[in-house]
């Protein structure tokens, strides 16, 4: 395959100002991360040794294969939303190896507010057992809860995607045969109970870890028995007479390695084949990808030097290099596993939609998966385009990613605006994963063109009535706060921390979280080829 020859100058201040920019974004991602891990209050600290229960960090670092990779799954979500404390929304959640074997961990952090549930709790846990249930990767809960977030209990509770979802996709995941190994290492009540449960395999911790569905205070006011919380649902009540749970653990280190004994005991899984050689470094270092990027979002760059820093060898097939030039679609390796990729370079026309749909079309059908690199602004819009069908056009693009069925993964490095969101495989097109890097923005479209658009809408209306446009000083008093809401409400952090993303990736790193990323997907099968597709409209 041909080498991309990157026409980059490392040593331009234009590069070294960009790179320096990328830098600083990176410091504050890394700061976060940070405090996202260890700001917890010396009472919860306290709390937690004085009940001789392991702190997370540890407990994730006893269940895991040593010195192996783990992809955490939204670790800022919920940032800067309720007291700005409920770090992760109160879980660390990942993809690591147990055994060698890849499965998705699930953990309550009982540091944070005993642990209880939040809404944006019970969204995570949901995407957590979607990114199990679509990769077929076993689930392993560490469950250490108060239960639902009383003073929030109507957001958590009734609706469809909300706390009782969680037990649905339990029984569902039973069904579709991925194991769920739970360990109850505090409290689990009333609808926590439900999590070990519905789990085909409940591990209890003793003194600690106990199963109700109304603890000891609840009890107490309803019926005025007086009991402790190892009397009502500890490991000696479950594991010798309810038969609620199935091993019994003297502690949390126990606990933790009769999970790994679980693991270990599963029947093997022949990963799905996709074609595969042996993985070789980019030629050009990711690290650079910093410089690459510039500082302004609207800058335009060549989405190719990014490839050329994240796929084997920099080599890189492209697909139809000639037509279509504002999106680049080839084939490439990353980390030895074969990919189609879909980068932006400009607004989406006609062509360049074509092109996108017959290049997913073939990759489905070749069963190769698909990257998503976007960077995009929309579909071009104008009465020409019209005239030339561009939304047609767009529709076949969003029909063929919507109905692809390989494993898709999605980046978003740059913008990420209107319907060149779904063109480019949105988190509604149901990626496997979605990341963002941290200079990237999301919205409907940008701040200052909706600003406008709203402005001229205004100056319409007056104009049908008869009066003058809107007075200069009007028109920055309706533009200031929809500029300050789109960048507010459109920026990496906040997509985040609404759990829109799977997290925020250094750019340099993305190439190896691709990596373990697609290697996760291999758990479940290719769902077939030729899956077919709707009607186009032509
Ligand atoms: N909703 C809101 N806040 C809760 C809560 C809940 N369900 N359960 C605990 N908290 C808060 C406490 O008020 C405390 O807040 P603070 O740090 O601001 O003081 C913090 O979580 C820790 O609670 P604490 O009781 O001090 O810690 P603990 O480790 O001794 O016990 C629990 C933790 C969760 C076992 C215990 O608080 C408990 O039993 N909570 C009630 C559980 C329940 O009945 N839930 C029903 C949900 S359906």
Redesign the pocket.
Known sequence: MEVIESLIDTSCDEYKANYEAMGKLVAELKAELNKAREDR?E??LK??EE?GKLPIQKRLDLLLDRNTPWLEIAPLAARGLYDRKVHGAGTRAGIGLVCGREVLVHAND?MI????VYPMGVKKTLRCQTISMENNLPMIMLVD???????LQSEIFPDTDDGGRIFYNQAIMSKMNIPQITAVM??C????AYIPAMSDHVVHVTGTGAIFL??P??VKAATGEEVT?EELGGAEVHCRQSGVSDYFAEDDRHALQIIRDIVALLPPLEKARVPRREPKRPLYDPQEIWGVVPRNISTPYDVREIIARMVDGSEFLEFKALYGPTLVCGWAYIHGYQVGILGNNGVLFSNSSLKATQFISLCDRQGIPLLFLQNINGYIIGREYERGGITKDGHKMVHAVSTATVPKFTVIVGASFGAGNYGMCGRGYSPRFLWMWPNAQIGVMGGEQAADVLVAVKNDQLARDGQPPLPQEIVEGIRGPIIHSALNEGNAYYSTANLWDDGILDPAMTRDVLGLAISSSLNAPLAGRHQGHGTFRM
């Open positions: 209050s009472k919860a709390r937690n009940l009982p507010k005993g642990g209880t809860s108060g239960g639902a977030y009383l003073p505090g409290l009540t009333a609808g926590g109304g603890g205070p609840l919380a």
